[in-house]
């Protein structure tokens, strides 16, 4: 039911399309936004209208930034590690950013293998990663803890077989703070395979 005019409604529709609103939230989005008009709605449509123009996918690694190559790929010290991680998304690459992993780089696949979805390795950008690989001593496979995650990266491991590169993952398991009691019986076992000396 209606509660507004036809671009009410349509900014309604709009914003629950995004990832963790949905009907109510994008509403309560939406009325927040209007009452404050003047101070979020006007600089948040600017803004919006800048990013559609500015932002750009980097030629480089994928990752979404202003210029191209990324301000990562720019960075010089980024290459001195040798360590590019490969990454499902941006929004991964982010997150190991906000973790502070180091100076690294990255690769962004833009997804994962899934036969049943129709996702093949043409569909991701896998041939430029083969290309930059060579650049670096280890790839680390920063895929999710999914079929379709492990699939992709015993796929990118096959691929640099008897290349001098060491290929490595990130670990899975126990996460910090976490109790036996409350994890599933993947999550252990799997931890208890990739166990390490103290």
Do not use: F
């Amino acid at each position: 039911m209606a509660s507004g005019g036809p671009e009410i409604e349509q900014l309604i529709q709009l914003l629950a399309r995004l990832p963790g609103l949905g009907p109510r939230s994008a509403r309560r989005a939406v009325l927040h936004l209007i009452k404050k008009k003047e101070q979020l709605m006007l600089p948040l449509s600017a803004a919006l209208d800048r990013a559609v123009l500015a932002v750009k996918s980097c030629e480089v690694c994928g990752n979404v930034d202003t210029t191209s190559p990324c301000s990562i790929c720019a960075d010089p010290r980024r290459g001195e590690s040798g360590i590019l991680i490969v990454v499902e998304d941006v929004a991964d690459l982010w997150a190991l950013e906000r973790a502070g992993v180091g100076q690294v780089r990255y690769h962004v696949l833009g997804g994962v293998l899934s036969p049943l979805d129709g996702v093949g390795p043409d569909d991701l950008n896998l041939e430029g990663l083969i290309a930059r690989a060579h650049d670096y001593s280890e790839i680390v496979l920063a895929m999710n803890a999914t079929v379709e995650g492990q699939t992709t990266a015993h796929y990118i491991t096959d691929r640099l077989t008897g290349t001098n590169i060491r290929v490595t993952r990130l670990a899975h398991g126990v996460p910090v703070g976490g109790e036996l009691d409350y994890l599933d019986e993947g999550t252990l076992s799997q931890a208890l395979k990739a166990r390490t000396v103290i």
